[in-house]
């Protein structure tokens, strides 16, 4: 059985930074990318950032672009978020996602798109 595990969240004051981690279970990791979405009160989920299979391409929304950072361990079968200047606005759950896909295809950006979920971790940010 597969499980997505994020942790890390927290309240954080604006400016201030948290690192989110996603331990997976149950699968080949290294066959999967990698997401983080989020989703806010009254929102729809939304795409943050993903990583390829073996971590040398990445992609980001436009709106974490520059602070954000994705990342992986298929060793560790982990994936991380470093989330850096931190807005009030980025206050949302964070799931983490895992796309099994081909190593050479470029990571979705809709939720449809994935195969696996978390059950998610709170990031508030104050202002």
């Known amino acids: 059985q597969v499980h997505l595990v994020e942790s890390g969240g927290g309240l954080v004051q604006a400016g201030g930074s948290l690192r989110l981690s996603c331990a997976a279970s149950?699968?080949?990791?290294?066959?999967?990318?990698m997401a983080w979405f989020r989703q806010g009160p009254g929102t729809e989920r939304e795409f943050v950032a993903a990583?390829?299979?073996?971590?040398?391409?990445?992609y980001y929304a436009d709106s974490v672009k520059g602070r954000f950072t994705i990342s992986r361990d298929n060793d560790q079968k982990s994936a991380f978020l470093q989330l850096n200047a931190l807005k009030f606005e980025d206050t949302a759950v964070y799931y983490c996602?895992?796309?099994?896909?081909?190593?050479?295809?470029?990571?979705?950006?809709?939720?449809?798109?994935?195969?696996?979920w978390g059950q998610g971790t709170q990031v508030t940010v104050s202002s």
């Open positions: 149950g699968l080949t990791f290294s066959r999967y990318a």
């Open positions: 990583i390829s299979r073996s971590g040398g391409a990445t």
């Open positions: 996602a895992a796309d099994h896909t081909i190593l050479t295809a470029q990571p979705g950006r809709v939720p449809s798109a994935y195969d696996y």
